[in-house]
């Protein structure tokens, strides 16, 4: 493993390395790397700087820091020397992941469970289109990979686009995404109706002067806070096309239970906020949901208990899987395309979330599917599209293994292929059948070993953690196997997005390189400057000073951040 911290770009190819190695052990634990120069070429991008906490201590803003360096992992494959004067690019992709575009003021949230799950509520969630908007204006900015010169090809989006799965939220990101208007409220038009002014100490409560548990840490007082963070703002939309995937927060509430739980969709509309069940059994399901168990609601403990009022709005409406791949395929959310996004009719017709797309010349794009329609956070895939992926694969390969191990070889063009999906391939081992489709259902290791079989297959990118982490898996025949990059969420910190720029180093390897950004919005910024732009630096700060979340897991070491994943290249 080797760690650069000079190169420079120039045009499709790389020239000028200096590099220092680092013993493998060091560089995955993520220590401090020496002070060398940093002078990649990566302008936009954490390769040039990144952000830093101000304090070590208590609540603190955050400021401009250095860099992360370049680490070169060997995990697969060796890296030769020459490969820095001979690469070219062959594509380069945008990676978003986890947007969780919140409503929230919802009448059907758990926020009261955050202390069994600090997902339940978040400090910065109100913020949430703001900070949608720079990352969006921060590929624009950027436009084109730093190793491979490319503009970029296409973004994908892999998955928990919204939070609770509501019609408004999707029309919130579609509109980031695409560009548009967006007026982030729901429910009265000049009242704040959540839990963050309903005077519980247990929430933040940012325009009160009252003691909570997030200001006795330290969070700041910001009068005015409801009104900036509801105003309307625009969205420049991306210049890139772009592909959108199901994650589990698409397609059930709160990413855990299922959508059609009859006491909880009607809530959705309606006047009355769900703050728990009347009956005990229920809620002891429902924090065992929340926890990862499958326990089902006892149907005589499913009466909410809450008399709280709020406005209904019908735009909080839960939408289906399909209505969520048809709203893609609304003309007005084209954007810079394609149509669809990745959806077309024929599988919405059928009510397929899966599909292959060109990423670019020689590159292929499979969108999985991988949430579960019987709900719960875990994933998997089902065999009709477990089966379609072998045939998407085999299509291209020229050469390839079936499930015997058994080698065959065909006369086709071969291409290289990028698979994304919203779950881990540790984090799919949910196996209950779907209640729409009794089939047989496949898990993370069984999709593992079947991409294997197939050495056109150079790596899966996902999201559902929340946390960077770079894996190699191994094969004994190494052109079969590949590197899975999971890229942290926009929503929790460090709120970062990921380029991945796959290049042909023309010795036998492929490079592919991936490279962190974060959104557009400056570190710092006023608590009264009520832009979209404050507002998201807002939206990341509050996020690193969030009282639940581990920061040093979400941002993995080095070796899970910029990086140069070398592997042998099938096709050579």
Not at 17 to 36: E, M, Q, S, V
Not at 416 to 444: C, I, K, Q, W, Y
Not at 536 to 559: C, F, P, V, W
């Amino acid at each position: 493993m080797t760690l650069i911290r000079r190169r420079t770009l120039l045009g499709g190819s790389i020239g000028g390395a200096a590099a220092l190695t680092l013993a493998g052990a060091r560089a995955r634990t993520g220590a401090t790397p020496p002070p060398t120069e940093h002078a990649i070429t990566g302008a936009g991008t954490t390769l040039d700087e990144a952000a830093r906490p101000a304090s070590r201590q208590g609540y603190t803003r955050l400021t401009a820091g250095q860099g992360y360096p370049l680490i070169v992992r060997t995990d697969l494959s060796p890296a030769r020397a020459n490969r820095l004067s001979t690469r070219t690019g062959r594509a380069s992709i945008v990676q978003f992941t986890d947007l969780h575009v919140i409503d929230a003021q919802s009448p059907v949230r758990f926020e009261w469970l955050h202390t069994v799950t600090g997902s339940a509520f978040r400090p910065q969630e109100a913020l949430g289109t703001q900070g949608g908007a720079q990352l969006v204006r921060r590929v624009n900015q950027v436009g084109k990979g730093p190793f491979s010169g490319r503009t970029f090809d296409c973004v994908v989006t892999t998955g928990d686009s919204s939070d609770n799965h509501e019609k408004v939220e999707l029309d919130w990101f579609l509109a980031l995404m695409s560009g548009g208007s967006i007026t982030p409220n729901t429910g009265s038009p000049t009242a704040w109706e959540g839990v963050q002014n309903a005077g519980d100490s247990l929430y933040y409560l940012p325009e009160s002067d009252a003691p909570d548990t997030y200001k006795k840490a330290g969070f700041p007082t910001i009068p005015a806070y409801f009104k900036q963070a509801t105003a309307t703002h625009t969205s420049d939309g991306l210049n890139t096309p772009w592909y959108s995937v199901f994650g589990n927060h698409d397609d059930s509430i709160g990413g855990m239970t299922p959508s059609d739980s009859p006491a909880l969709a009607d809530l959705y509309t309606g006047r009355f906020k769900f703050t728990g069940f009347a009956n005990a059994s229920g809620n002891s399901a429902l924090r065992g949901t929340v926890a990862g168990a499958h326990p089902a609601i006892p149907e005589h403990s499913r009466l909410p208990k809450s008399r709280w009022e709020v406005t209904a709005d019908d735009r909080r409406a839960p939408f289906t899987p399909r209505e969520f791949m048809s709203a893609h395929l609304d003309p007005s959310v084209d954007g810079p395309g394609p149509h669809g996004h990745g959806f077309t009719l024929d599988a919405l017709a059928q009510g397929i979330g899966y599909y292959d797309f060109p990423i670019a010349p020689g590159v292929v794009g499979i969108a999985m599917d991988s949430t579960n329609r019987a709900g719960f956070v875990q994933g998997s895939i089902g065999d009709a599209q477990f089966r379609w992926i072998q045939r998407i694969l085999e299509a291209s390969s020229s050469r390839y293994y079936d499930s015997r191990g058994t080698e065959h070889r065909q006369d086709v063009t071969d291409r290289l292929f990028v698979l994304f999906s919203h779950h881990t391939s540790d984090s799919m081992s949910n196996l209950l059948p779907a209640p729409d489709l009794l089939e047989l259902r496949h898990s993370g290791p069984e999709v593992v070993s079947m991409l294997q079989r197939y050495p056109n297959v150079i790596a899966w990118a996902n999201g559902h953690t929340h946390r960077n982490r770079i894996t190699p898996h191994r094969h004994d025949d190494p052109t079969r196997s590949f590197w899975e990059i999971n890229t942290a969420s926009h929503i929790d910190y460090p709120q970062h997005a990921r380029i991945i720029d796959v290049c042909d180093n023309a010795d036998g390897t492929l490079s592919l390189f991936t490279t962190l950004i974060e959104s557009a919005a400056p570190y710092q910024a006023a608590y009264d400057d009520g832009s979209s732009e404050a507002l998201a630096s807002l939206y990341r700060e509050l996020s690193y000073n969030d009282i639940h979340h581990n920061n040093a897991k979400r941002m993995g070491t080095y070796a899970d951040r910029n990086t140069e994943l070398l592997l042998k290249n099938p096709m050579a």
